[in-house]
């Protein structure tokens, strides 16, 4: 069982950037595939980043990808969202969540046993 705690939002203005955290508590969090997801007011949540335990394969939605970058620090338990060039469409709560059965779909977010309480990031026009 591991417990999730996100930190890292907050209020940016368009074009800033902003890394969040994603800090393991409980047993073998590096054991654990890890995804970003986010949910803004009146819409489901959706899939941002993954990364695999290993850290070797890291995956982005087309949204995420070429501003976003999902990293890992294996002795600090945390895994990391660097969001550069945000946009207003960015904003929304952002959750991370892991799963520790390796390889299945990262995009779902019924694959992902554990979540923590989200971190808000909203970025102004």
């Known amino acids: 069982q591991v417990r999730l705690e996100e930190s890292g939002g907050g209020s940016v203005p368009a074009g800033a950037s902003l890394r969040l955290s994603c800090q393991g508590f409980?047993?073998?969090?590096?054991?654990?595939?890890v995804g970003w997801f986010r949910q803004s007011s009146g819409k489901e949540r959706e899939f941002v980043a993954a990364i695999s335990w290993s850290g070797d394969e890291t995956h982005y939605s087309d949204s995420a990808k070429g501003r976003f970058t999902i990293s890992r620090d294996v002795a600090r338990d945390t895994v990391y969202l660097q969001m550069t060039s945000l946009k207003p469409a960015d904003t929304a709560l952002y959750y991370c969540a892991a799963d520790p059965i390796h390889g299945r779909d990262y995009v779902r977010v019924a694959q992902y046993e554990y979540w923590g309480q989200g971190t808000q990031v909203t970025v102004s026009s």
């Open positions: 409980g047993h073998r969090f590096s054991n654990y595939e």
